[in-house]
Each structure stands twice: as C-alpha cells, then as structure tokens.
C-alpha cells in the first residue's frame, strides 16, 4: 500500500507548508514523494492530491489537473473528481530501475488557469520476489594436483535482481572433506565466493569431485540459489597465463557499428605442448556483456555484438579470463568508457493540444510541451523556435516546458488556416533538429513509400515457351492518397551486366504484369534474378523494389546419349564372354547421359532385341548386362544384343545401341563345336603307316648326308635368321580371338661324330590342354598356326635320326579324365617348312622329305577332318627357291 512521507497527525501542517512553498520559485521546491511497493495491485490508493495540494475537491477538478511523465509510462492514474491518486498499474522494480536503488519515478502534476506545474516522485520498494541465480548451472573447476592447501578459487557469483537487503548476502557450501567457502566484497558492492582448498587433492585417488555452491539473500524468509562446482584434478602444469596488463582501458564512440574492435587482450604462457595453448573467455560476465562484446577465444579479440547506447550504459566493466590446456587461468579486467555522440534528435512531449480557437479571442494557450534530448552535455542542450511573421509565441517554463499561446485576436477572414512549425536544435555537432507541425488543416503528404506485396518473387516458366507469354504479376501498394498513391511500375538495371534482360522480360507499367519476351531454353539458362521498381507519383516521388527470381523448369527436349558402347563406331563394339560363365556374370555397362534434369534425366535400360532371348538380361537402373542362365553348346557364339535406354520425360524419348558379344574358351580361344570322334582302331593304324613312312624317308636322307664331306666344325643348325626362313609360317587370325604361331625346327647337324637328325621344340610354350579337376565335357579349341622348319647342314661320318619330339608335342590327344572319343580341334592352317642347305645333287632327298610332308598331311586330315578350316601348307626351300 502506498504511504506519505508525512503522517496524517501533520496533514493540516504539510497543507500550510505547501501553500507557502507554492508562493516562492519552483527551482526551490521539493517535490512530492509517494511509497509503494512493488507488485502492488492495480487500483491501490496512493495519495488525495487535493489534500496535499491544500485544494478544495471542486477547485482541483476545475482547474484541469493531469499527470506527466518523462518516460511516458501511464503507472498513475487520478481522478479528477475526487483528487485521489491510484496505481493504474502493477509495477516491477526490476523492470523500472534494474539494480539502481533507490527506484524512484518522477512524474509531474499540471494545473491549467493558472498553469502550475508541481513536481512529484514515487518511490518503488523492492520485496524479495527474486531468487540468487547463477550464470551456469554447473561450473567447471581444473585444480592441479599439485596446489597446496590454503590455495583459493575465485567462483562465479550469483546475481539477485532484488536490492537492498533482499538482494545476495552470503555464500554456502556442500559438505567435504577438501574445501570450504569464504565471501569477498568486491566493487560495487557484488559478493564473490572464494573456494579455499583445506587438503591438497591426489588425482589418483580423487580423480574428480562435485560441490554444491548454494548462495542466499537476505530476505524474510530468505531465498536461494545453487550451482553444481564440478572440481577436475588435472596433471602438474606449473605455469599459468600472464597477461601483459592486468587492466586495459579503452574508450569506443557509441556509434561505433557492429564487429568493430574494442580491444584486443593478450596473454602469455611459459609452459610448452597443450599447456600453453591459451583461450580466452568471458569471466562472470552478465547477461549484457555476453549480448553485447564478442571475445574471439584464440586471438583475445573483443568485438561488438551490437552498437553501443550512450544513454543506456555509460560504461562496462569486462572481466576476461585466459586458461591454459592444463586448466590454469589468469585474470585481466578491461574497463571500456562509451563516449556520447549527438546520435539522438531531440524530442517534443506534447502534453496538451488545441487545434482550434475562435478568432478574436484573447491571448490563448494553444500547446503545453516539453523538450527532451536523451544526449549529454553541449549534446543535449537545446533551442526551440517558431516561424517569424507569426501572431504566435513561446513561452519558456521550468525544466524545459514551453506554452505556444496566441499573442492577439485571430482574424479568420484574413487568414483561415495557419501552419505553425515547432523547430527543436540541440547544440551538439553536427546539430540535430526536430520539427512539430501544428495545422488546423492537414493536407496529404507524399510520407509512405510503395510497399510491394512480398519482399521477392519466385516464378516459374516451362522452357521452350511461347513469346509475350504472361509469367507474373507484382504488386505494390502506397498509404496515400490522390497522386501520392498512382504507381508506375519498371523493371532496374541487372547487376549482372552479362543478363540481357531487356531481351527477356518485359512489364507493364500501370498493372506490374511481367511477360516473358522469348522462349527460355533450361540448359542455357535456369534461372535470372532482377529488381523491378515501383515509384509513386509524388514530389518528390517515393520508391521500394522487389527482387523477382524467375526460374525455368525443364522439357524432356533431350534424348538420352549413348557413351558405352560407342554408337558410332568404326567397328562394331565386341565383347567377350567367356564359356564357363555363371548366371550374373557382368558382361558389359551400359553408360548414358541425358542433356535434361530432373525426372526428365532420369534412364532406364531395356533388352530390345538379342540372338538368345533369354540369355541376357540388362539392369534397369544400372544399365548392366548380365547373363540370366549357364550357357550352353546350342547357343551360337557370336550374339548381337540390341538396348534401349529411355528418360522418364513426357514424352519419354529413347535411344538404342547394339553390342555384339562373342563366346569363348575362357579368353584365349573361340569356341567351335568339337569334331566328330573316330575309332580307336583307326587311329593307331594311320599313326603306324605314317611312322614308316617317316623313317624310311629319314634314314634315306641320313645315307645321303654321310656321303658328303665336310668338317664337323662347320656345320650347325642354321637358325630361322640365318636360313632365311621367316620366324612364323602361318599366322592365320580368328575372328576376333587371340592366335598362337608355332615354328618346329628340324635340324641336320654333319661332322665327324654321329649326326643326329632332331624334330625341336616348338618356340612357344606348350598349351595346357589337360583339365585335371573337371567332367572333360568341355571341348578345348585351338586357332594356331603350325609351323616346321627343318634344317640339314652336310657333314662326314655316320648320321643318326632322332624323333626328339613328336611333329606335335604341345597337343595331347587324351588327358586324365577325357573320354578317348573327344578330339581338340584346330583352327586355321598349320604348316611344314623345309629348308635346305647343302641340297645340291641330292634330289631324291628333297623328293622324300616332300613325301614325308604329304604324308603328314594325309594323316592330319584323316585325324581331324572337320576341323582345319584353312589349308595345310608344305614347302621346302634350297637356296631360296621352293621345290614343292
């Protein structure tokens, strides 16, 4: 409830003293203070004015009283009638005045006929309604273990919105066996716990600890608030951070804009590894320090969060905090003193207006006004004038209240309407002014801008579209009226200076349609931003801008594009398959790409055609060819697959590709179906018949060399260089598959020993041909060229022929395993190749080594009749020329 200074014993006292206080000047009176406290219900009784002012009820209603304030703030409220003073409204003393104590709120009481002007204040009275709270719930302690006993910790305060002794009085501490808690006062009255270290910590045996911090006001009952200390043990570091100042002073004009730097604290730490790395942070700062400095922890920087308020804070006071990585941590302050700008125009409060007044009629107060200039010093200090050649005046009154009263008799016929404008400068620099217009009339002012419907536009237009096609429309709006509110819409430079939009888009200038001008391709252009402007028609003319982004939404106008297999080859693409492959096996890829987007992008793959259906298979997604079954001996070996990929366009458009894929033994040989089996019998007996043959031509030929001499040195097996013999007979190539030579040397070798007459080696390795492991359902074939040269080089003595090898050692007609009716079969050709030396005067040796030769070539028919496509060839050279 509110309450008087003086006691109801003294009213009739207080009413004299007030009555002789009204006689003498106002700069000598002492205003009237009123009590309440907070949280006071609305309506409470403060004070009967009437009462105080020692007026009558009936003289206080007839003289006009009304409240003022210079917050503006309607926290009173009076009645006229009875001249009682009432709380219009429930006050937070938190709210009004912060921590500032006392809260005292001045208002002013204005009386009209005559005008007087009473000062008045009321005093708000904290109650403990606030509980201590704490910045942080938990804090975080790094002690070392090596910190004596006796050591002390600076902890973070709590702050109590309350004052006086409802507001923080003391500090607690969870039971331990380590710790105990000491208060300091430290400036301006704030209260600092200090935790005291009574045993020093083992970090092997006490790792980690929690305290409770519990702090308390002095209130009745009191009230609290706790903090969770969370102590972490931490290894030796024994160098803390220094900083090179332990207070840094620094000034920042209050117009300073955002991210401007304040300062920059440094800090310095002897110590090497994560212990020196030091990061800085706010220590026990407030609310507002965290809102409006910004501490960069790696640099110390000290930024603005947001500009600074001369009139709000005159002054911070930052406490920075900078830790090492072993947890040890000094302290710095930095005090920053906010230097005043004349960023503030004055004010002008009006408290009362008449906007009429009846002409000759006497000297009349028209406006009762007070001006304000939040500033300070030559910054807030203020003139006010009016026009000249005005039949008007101001009157200056106490603390800066002004009265405009006409001078004279107004005459309406001379002048029916005046326009009267209240200049306000305050003397700082640059001055700032204010001006308040007073009218009987108000006519129209160009004073509101166009105000488009929305900030940004998005809209979206199909490629390919039809010229002047109609894509949007803007919208703007104007407050005012007649011309001020006619709008003409255009469309601004783009800040592109490469966007032809000139050629793109056009707008209306009276209805803000926006038309597309010509068609708009997707893969050209996808989207284009640009401003379009809308000016009023005022003087001077107001405008706004609108940011339209036009986006362009795809067409399936692209067809997909085949990269693998390549369509437009020279030659077809061949794949190869082996034999033996299971179902899955990844034959090929199919690669693709679509010029659209979006869904239109999207491709499928299809089979459309194939040698085998049922074969293959293509993954609709990923475009892979894959085998759908095992293989067989009916399927043929080459295969021609047809695919299509297709985008999920409307329409959808395709392409297609074909991918020819050979079958094969593994990757070495193509596959051909195997020859027909022939009888055991058979076989042995052209093997006997053939080997005859073979000797007696040899031992024919072995007689004739004998009877030639020659020295045993000089002869030698003439190789294929030397011979002139090429290196590779027969190379006939598959299709496509890879082909082997093979080169069979025979050499006669004459001299004083025993010659020998030798089938060598053949040049490359033999080819397996034996499956050890497997049911030899599987047919080996071979596309090789075969190839015989036989050398003879004249000598004396004796010559012995040799079968060294078989003509064929690299083919095994059986392997285990293999049923005897299967034979490997040749592709190509093979050939045998003679060549002779010293075959001067022997041609009936020449005559039977040809015979040999055809007698080869009976044999190898009578073998394998199906499977020599080619022919064989036999030749046999002496010095160059062919005898067969």
Known sequence: WGEKVFPKILRKRQVLFLCVFLGVSWAGAEPLRYFVEEETERGTFLANLANDLGLGVGELSARAPRIGSDQNIRFLLLNPLTGDLLLN??????????????????????????????????????INDNSPVFLHREILLKILESTTAGAAFLLESAQDSDAGTNSLRNYTIGPNDYFHITVHDGEEGILYPELVMDRALDREQVPELSLTLTALDGGSPPRSGTALVHIQVLDVNDNAPEFVQSLYKVQVPENSP???LVVTVSAR?????????????????????????????????????????????????????????GGLSARCTVLVEVLDTNDNPPELIMSSLSNNVAENSPETILAVFRIKDRDSGENGKTVCFIQDNLPFVLKPSV????????????????????????????????????????????????????????PAYTLRVRENNSPALHIGTVRATDADAGANAQLTYSLLPPSDPHLPLASLVAINPDTGQLFALRALDYEALRAFDFQVRAADRGAPALSSQARVRVLVADANDHAPVVLYPPPNASAPCTELLPRAAEPGYLLAKVVAVDGDAGQNAWLSYRLLQATEPGLFGVGAHSGEVRTARPLSERDAPRQRLLLLVRDHGEPPLSASVPLHVLLVDGFSQPYLPPPEPLTVALVGALACVSALLVGALLALAAGRLCRRGGAASAGGCAGPAEGGVPGQLLDVGGTGTLAHGYRYEVCLAGGSGTNEFKFLKPMLPNLPVQDTGSNIGEKENFSNSLGFNVCLTGGSGTTDFKF??????????????????????????????????????????????????????????????????????FTCHRQGHNFF
């Open 89 to 126: 409204e429930k006050l937070d003393r938190e709210e009004l005045c912060g921590p500032a104590e006392p809260c005292v709120l001045p208002f002013q009481l204005l009386l009209e006929e005559p005008l007087e002007i009473f000062r008045a204040e009321l005093w708000v009275r904290d």
């Open 258 to 260: 955002v991210g401007s």
């Open 269 to 325: 730490d002897l110590d090497a590894g994560t212990n020196a790395d030091i990061s800085y942070s706010f220590f026990d700062a407030s609310e507002d320090i965290r809102t409006t400095f910004h501490i960069d922890p790696f640099s110390g920087e000290i930024a603005l969060r947001v500009m600074l308020d001369y009139e709000l804070v005159k002054s911070y006071k930052i406490n920075i905090q900078a830790m090492d990585g």
């Open 399 to 454: 603390e800066n209240f002004y009265t405009l009263v006409s001078e004279s008799g107004l005459d309406r016929e001379s002048q029916a309407e005046y326009n009267i404008t209240i200049s306000v400068s305050d003397l700082g620099t640059p001055r700032r002014h204010t001006q308040h217009n007073l009218t009987v009339r108000v006519a129209d002012v160009n004073d509101n801008a166009p105000a488009f419907s929305q």
């Open 804 to 873: 060294l090898e078989l003509i064929l050692p690299n083919i095994q007609a059986e392997a285990p395993g293999r049923n005897s009716n299967e034979k490997p079969s040749f592709g190509n050709s093979f050939g045998f190749n003679c060549h002779q030396g010293f075959f001067e005067g022997v041609p009936t040796m020449a005559q039977g080594i040809k015979d040999l030769a055809l007698s080869l070539q009976q044999l190898w028919l009578l073998l394998w009749p199906r499977s020599i496509p080619g022919q064989g060839t």
